[in-house]
């Protein structure tokens, strides 16, 4: 699978493939200098129960630890994998409103 970062105007979105099948995009929005929005993940129903929205949203886990930044999932998508994912806890804005990600 790879994925493939892009960034622009504050906003930016990992995208992943597997050959060369449909594309996998999970979209962030930067808010400030210490934290980023996930909004929105969408995996195409032939990558399903195959991990690829995961890998896409540890990327962002990844990239916020070496940036130094916190994680807001708005996304539902987003939100289950952190309350899957208690080792993530590091990342993890605590703003997240109740039942999304905490």
Same mark, same amino acid.
């Given at each position: 699978m790879d994925i493939e970062h892009h960034t *622009?105007? #504050?906003?930016?979105?990992f995208t992943a493939r597997i050959g060369i099948g449909p594309e996998a995009v999970m979209?962030?929005?930067d808010a400030g200098k210490r934290l980023m929005i996930i909004d929105h993940t969408?995996?195409?129903?032939?990558?399903? *129960?195959? #991990?690829?929205g995961l890998a896409l949203v540890e990327?962002?886990?990844?990239?916020?630890r070496e940036q130094g930044k916190q994680i807001l999932p708005l996304c539902p998508f987003a939100a289950a994998q952190f309350r899957r994912h208690?080792?993530?806890s590091d990342v993890l804005n605590r703003a997240a409103p109740k039942g999304?990600?905490?």
């Open positions: *622009g105007d #504050g906003k930016g979105r979209t962030y929005s969408e995996v195409p129903d032939v990558y399903r *129960g195959q #991990g690829v990327r962002a886990v990844e990239m916020a208690p080792e993530w999304q990600a905490g």
